[in-house]
């Protein structure tokens, strides 16, 4: 951050003749920041290395500290049921994210073109229950969802998962939908198309670009966590992934190793998602302050 | 509504008017439900759970004396500590992602390639962050192994296994959790930055510094707020999942912050009562950094 380093012309290293000082300054500069950079990059990878590099130990090896082995990538399942656990996050995930931009897409609709009375107000009251943290409504939620027998399967987690995620979505949608104009409504209601037929031919054809940031956000969000299914999946053999590697390693003779080796495989799928769709979640990180 | 004296084309304008708003509540009415049944009920209830002696299946009533009984517990101050000391994270999980979105927009070699490297823990679960941060912290952990390296071969630290030190080694945690998210927020920040605002003022003598002070700084100064919120209700309400996989409060409470504090009371002490309480507390401590929030999104509405 010393020097200056934007003079740089594009694709070209040093001249012929002998650099002017000025010019050597801005390489040094440069060639420090990458150094700095690099080493950043070493820090961000590092959760990567250890679950990498531990993982393909046996507990001996782990424990001596040397040697490699696929050891515990082959007696993973027996020890996690990683597939099952997967596939239990897979669905958990799915099934919130549809819910979420179901309910909350019509009702951004309705925020922004469709107002009624009162739905100010209401607006104001969904958007503030965005800050209200699970933890602060725990005990009268776990019992509610007891109570109506949502916790055998997954409608309790998901029900939970679309009531948390549903005030960003409306929130998101009725932002976006205020960007459109109320002439593309108006011609559709004149067409005859209905309130639900503009809803359905035309509102939700522009809406593919906010639906993609709710779900990229709310994947990752529900795919990373781990309080939702710890409490309102009571049947062990629908755990999703985060609760199976945290329970684990909450026991007593827990394998490094395999821990290693599923915490790998937990991080897969978000991070896929994250590397394919990262405009996505910037959009919906900024949404509110960047339009 | 009398139709004997209204126009014809007043009239169907008031009934498209009426459809309208009527075909609005019908798709809001969803959400509306979700989100009182399932978030704005359960805070009234809270208020009625917290004043009543509840195992969460039967309850008795007892009053507002609930309160001052849990109010003088010392877990309760020693949770509220811990998050007030967690706080102290808070500007360095602001201040390095600005340098290193600081340096990312140099645009050096390959900085594509570096902010993917930078933001990919950001999607990574903080359960499984948690678990890499007990392997760096244990006795025969990274940060051992880098201290031996450095030549103290005799210091041997296991920060995760003290009172005086666990704390400290969580907040360590968060923060390297939170560069990502805030790293790629000041980056966006950054991008609607003028670049040319920037030329002007170095043609006009002004150093690094002062440029970065007095340009880049306020044009980020919406970005830093909004990171600000988004780190503090993090540290409040998303430590969860490391405190269970690295600490599980402990040693001793050391590291039992209020959102643990509320699952251990309900769900290792059994006793919902208090629980609902401390969710209460936390509710309004978030209560307090959402109106912020709000205020900063509502500026320009």
């Not at chain 1, 906010?210 to 755990?239: C, K």
């Amino acid at each position: 951050m010393t020097t200056p380093l934007l003079e740089r012309p594009p694709g070209r290293e040093g001249p012929a003749t002998a650099p002017r000082p000025g010019r050597r300054r801005v390489r040094t500069g440069r060639a420090a920041l990458f150094v700095i950079m690099l080493g950043v990059a070493v820090v961000m990878l590092y959760p990567f290395w250890v679950m990498i590099f531990d993982s393909l130990k046996t507990e001996a090896q782990f424990l001596a500290g040397k040697g490699f082995s696929l050891g515990s990538w082959k007696a993973l399942n027996s020890v996690i049921p990683v597939g099952q656990q997967v596939l239990s996050s897979t669905i958990i995930c799915c099934a919130s994210i549809i819910v979420i931009v179901l309910i909350g897409l019509p009702a951004g609709f309705a925020f922004s073109k469709l107002r009624f009375r009162t739905s100010t107000l209401i607006f104001l009251v969904i958007v503030s229950a965005m800050m209200v943290p699970l933890q602060a409504i725990l005990m009268p939620e776990f019992v509610n969802i007891t109570k109506l027998g949502l916790t055998s399967g997954y409608f309790g987690a998901v029900i939970v998962y679309a009531a948390l995620g549903t005030p960003f979505s409306v929130f998101l949608f009725t932002t976006y939908f205020r960007g459109v104009p109320d002439e593309l409504i108006e011609a559709g209601i004149v067409d005859g198309l209905g309130y639900f037929g503009v809803l359905w031919r035309l509102v939700v054809p522009i809406a593919v670009p906010a639906i993609a940031t709710v779900t990229v956000l709310q994947f990752i969000q529900i795919w990373d966590d781990l309080l939702v299914g710890l409490l309102f999946i009571q049947n062990t053999s629908q755990r999703p992934i985060t609760v199976g590697l945290a329970v684990l390693s909450a026991g007593r003779t827990t394998s490094i190793p395999e821990l290693m080796a599923g915490s790998f495989i937990s991080a897969l799928p978000a991070m896929l998602v994250y590397l394919g769709f990262q405009r996505y979640l910037v959009k919906g990180l900024t949404m509110g302050i960047d339009r | 509504m009398s139709s004997a004296t209204a126009t014809a084309p007043r009239r169907r304008r008031l009934t498209l008017s009426r459809r309208r708003q009527l075909a609005g509540a019908v798709f809001a009415l969803p959400a509306i439900g979700l989100v009182l049944g399932f978030i704005v009920v359960p805070i009234g209830q809270a208020v009625y759970y917290s004043m009543t002696q509840w195992d969460g299946v039967s309850s008795t009533w007892i009053g507002p004396s609930t309160w001052n009984q849990a109010l003088h517990n010392p877990t309760l101050w020693t949770a509220l500590r811990n998050n007030a000391l967690l706080l102290l994270s808070v500007p360095f999980a602001l201040g390095l992602p600005l340098a290193i979105a600081v340096l990312l927009h140099q645009r050096v070699a390959g900085w594509r390639i570096f902010r993917s490297i930078y933001f990919l823990p950001t999607a990574i679960s903080w359960v499984v962050l948690g678990l890499v941060a007990q392997r760096f912290f244990a006795y025969q952990g990274t940060l051992n192994s880098i201290i031996h390296f450095f030549g103290f071969s005799h210091t041997n630290t296991n920060m995760l296994g003290y009172e005086s030190t666990a704390l400290s080694a969580l907040g360590i945690t968060f923060i390297f959790t939170m560069v990502g998210t805030n790293t790629m927020l000041f980056l966006t920040g950054l991008a609607t930055l003028d670049p040319s605002l920037e030329e002007a003022a170095r043609i006009d003598g002004a150093g690094r510094w002062r440029i970065f002070r007095y340009i880049t700084l306020p044009h980020l100064s919406r970005f830093i707020q909004l990171a600000f919120v988004m780190t503090v209700i993090a540290l409040f309400s998303a430590l969860f999942s490391l405190i269970f996989v690295m600490t599980g409060g402990g040693p001793g409470y050391a590291t039992t912050t209020m959102e643990f504090l509320i699952y251990q009371t309900g769900f290792n002490q059994g006793d919902f009562g208090t629980a609902a309480l401390y969710g209460l507390i936390l509710f309004i401590l978030t209560a307090i950094v959402g109106v912020v929030q709000l205020r900063l999104i509502g500026a320009d509405e």
